[in-house]
């Protein structure tokens, strides 16, 4: 069973560009015990890419086959909003997903997430920010929690700092053009020592 469902609206836009959607796959037949619950965080740099890319047969679909409620979710744009916009859809999109646990099977106590690339880079930080009411957002099931109990991050960005300047127009689109004044200051020059003097001693 695949349907599309509104998990959340972003205050202040009009109607047609407020509403965010995750496509929700049951496995069937329904299993007799709650199931897990896995959301699917696409790629594409933060600026491109939809949710249904979590439709193909060996993502979202496989997980539905085997006993897993999965959930393919869109998030804002870096052309629409900038960080932490994105991370703030996909906070509500766990929450809405734990808010109707009952409804569709789901246990609430096992909700996991996994995304490519930029997918996977919010993904990592669904998993390391759980209690963070400052990056939680107002986006829907507010009176919820966003935390995760499992991550898979894949292929993804995570040391920002010691990324090559090519990838500098994705990221400062992201950031809207906070992180290429930071590469410029002294601020940005000492994160780097004390990254490199991090991974030297580790």
Same mark, same amino acid.
Request: glycine letters at 10%.
């Given at each position: ?34 199931? %897990? @619950?896995? =959301? !699917? ?5 933060? $600026?491109?890419?939809?949710?249904? +890319?979590?439709? *193909? ?26 960080? %932490? @916009?994105? =991370? !703030? ?5 766990? $929450?809405?997903?734990?808010?109707? +646990?009952?409804? *569709? ?27 963070? @009411?400052? =990056? ?67």
């Amino acid at each position: 069973m695949r349907a599309a469902q509104k998990y959340g609206s972003v205050p202040g836009l009009p109607a047609w560009q407020a509403d965010r959607y995750l496509d929700l796959l049951l496995p069937t037949p329904r299993p007799p015990e709650l199931a %897990p @619950a896995v =959301l !699917y965080l696409h790629g594409g740099g933060w $600026r491109a890419g939809e949710r249904s +890319a979590g439709l *193909y047969p060996w993502l979202s679909p496989l997980l539905a086959a085997h006993g897993f409620v999965a959930a393919n979710v869109s998030y804002r744009l870096s052309g629409e909003a900038p960080f %932490p @916009a994105q =991370l !703030y859809d996909v906070k509500a999109a766990v $929450r809405w997903v734990r808010a109707n +646990a009952e409804a *569709y099977g789901i246990d609430p106590e096992r909700v996991g997430v996994w995304g490519d690339s930029a997918g996977g880079h919010l993904a990592a930080l669904l998993g390391t920010t759980a209690g963070r @009411a400052d =990056l939680e957002g107002n986006c829907g099931s507010t009176e919820w929690s966003s935390a995760v109990q499992a991550v898979v991050m894949r292929c993804a960005p995570s040391d920002f700092p010691t990324m090559p300047p090519e990838n500098a127009e994705v990221l400062d689109a992201c950031s809207a053009g906070r992180l290429q004044k930071l590469r410029s200051s002294a601020g940005w020059r000492a994160l780097r020592v004390t990254c490199m003097r991090a991974c030297r001693r580790s």
